[in-house]
Nanobody, 126 residues
Framework: QLQFVESGGGLVQPGGSLRLSCTAS????????IAWFRQAPGKQRQGVLC????????TFSDSVKGRFTIAKDNAKNTVYLQMNGLKPEDTAVYYC???????????????????WGQGTQVTISS
């Protein structure tokens, strides 16, 4: 079965850091674009960051610029989301997925993403 497994979430104080992991199961990441999304209670799922097969990054959300970074380890078949300077508004369930197209683009609809994992909860609170 092809899917992603997200992990690394937790409860962190404002200003803290977390590193989320997204590990692929059933396929290798070498030639795929991988995106991180988040969904806060009562809100729509939104894109955060995306990494292309050539490791070029695309930022989907201006609110994470300068704080979040994305990286890929092909040997571990894992994409990471490093989150620094966390704020209460970053609280959400974080997911990863891959677009059917082999590249990142803010113009790709959510319906064009696949292999969603179960998500990992990130809570920022003092």
């Amino acid at each position: 079965q092809l899917q992603f497994v997200e992990s690394g979430g937790g409860l962190v104080q404002p200003g803290g850091s977390l590193r989320l992991s997204c590990t692929a199961s059933g396929f290798t990441l070498d030639y795929w674009a991988i995106a991180w999304f988040r969904q806060a209670p009562g809100k729509q799922r939104q894109g955060v960051l995306c990494i292309n097969p050539d490791n070029y990054n695309t930022t989907f959300s201006d609110s994470v610029k300068g704080r979040f970074t994305i990286a890929k380890d092909n040997a571990k078949n894992t994409v990471y989301l490093q989150m620094n300077g966390l704020k209460p508004e970053d609280t959400a369930v974080y997911y990863c997925a891959t677009p059917k197209a082999p590249y990142c683009s803010q113009y790709i609809s959510l319906t064009e993403y696949r292999y969603w994992g179960q998500g990992t909860q990130v809570t920022i609170s003092s």
